[in-house]
């Protein structure tokens, strides 16, 4: 299968909704995106921000996106693996992989320290999957605040 892995500019926020559209099909979430394209490719345009999609046939397959953050006990940053996906179909064909391999590699290239990723410790699959790629785990608890009382 000839799959295209690429990371999106700011022109490509056709692209970048497709890829919304995926994460909310495939991580079974109602989120809907209420961001206009001119958010989205704002989005895009920040060095921070980092956005990359798989295609087959000029359709995104899977795709992720990360975040790039400053330290305050390093020059270097870190960059946060938010969410990946791929495409129920798709799955299983090593597009998870090409993905992840194409971050790291984009990430050295910017001079990142590390990258890091949290899983759900109920996701036997991406649990996996990150194993599998070379990740190490870590024993953590995550805690979120409701911000919108």
Do not use: W
Request: proline content about 4%; charged content about 20%.
């Amino acid at each position: 299968m000839n799959v295209e892995v690429k990371k999106l500019a700011p022109d490509d926020v056709a692209l970048f909704t497709e890829l919304i559209d995926l994460f909310r099909e495939v991580l079974e979430t109602d989120m809907e995106t209420k961001a206009r394209p001119e958010h989205l490719q704002r989005l895009l345009a920040k060095p921070d921000f980092i956005v990359i999609v798989a295609q087959f046939v000029n359709q995104v397959v899977g795709g992720l996106t990360a975040h790039v953050l400053p330290q305050y006990h390093s020059e270097k940053p870190v960059v946060y693996l938010y969410d990946i996906a791929i495409g129920a179909t798709y799955q299983g064909q090593g597009i998870g992989t090409k993905l992840l391999t194409q971050l790291k590699h984009y990430c050295r290239s910017q001079g990142a320290e590390e990258l890091f990723v949290q899983a759900d410790g109920k996701d036997s699959q991406a649990i996996h999957f990150y194993r599998a790629t070379g990740g190490a785990p870590m024993q953590v608890i995550h805690f979120t605040y409701a911000l919108n009382a």
